[in-house]
């Protein structure tokens, strides 16, 4: 498994992970597989969806009006970011990608994006290569 960090500057934000990820695949020299990008983290997610930025606002936008923040959580009697790990639970931290031929094979506009719901932080993304014969055509 190969660990990145990656860095948040604010609160909420959405950071596309695409290298970075490939970057690690590509390290791992396998030829057909499938790779596992997992966040270490409770209030960050990972899916696969298009960084066209009106997009991006439009998922931030989206998340907020499900879990709003000025309820009460019973979490935020302790840290005050129930909403990022509820929004977390939503999204999930982890998605799985086809490796073909040494790479991941994403859609024409997918990208791999790391969702920070309660930052600024440091965060760690493990991405795991399993190798594996895939049929493709």
Do not use: C
């Not at 498994?1 to 390290?27: Q, Y």
């Not at 983290?41 to 997009?55: D, K, Q, S, W, Y």
């Not at 309820?71 to 977390?88: Q, T, V």
């Amino acid at each position: 498994m190969e660990v990145v960090s990656i860095s948040t500057s604010r609160k909420e934000e959405i950071v596309d992970i695409t290298s970075e990820v490939r970057n690690a695949v590509r390290g791992f020299g396998i030829g057909d597989g499938i790779a596992l990008v997992f966040s270490f983290h409770t209030t960050t997610a990972i899916v696969i969806n298009e960084a066209e930025p009106r997009l991006l606002s439009d998922i931030d936008e989206f998340l907020k009006y499900v879990v709003p923040e000025n309820r009460r959580y019973r979490h935020d009697e302790i840290d005050n970011n129930a909403s990022a790990h509820l929004r977390a639970t939503l999204l999930g931290n982890s998605v799985t990608i086809p490796i073909v031929n040494g790479d991941v094979k994403l859609g024409t506009w997918q990208r791999i994006l790391l969702i920070e719901l309660d930052g600024p932080r440091n965060r760690r993304i493990g991405i795991q290569a399993v190798p594996g014969k895939i049929h493709h055509k």
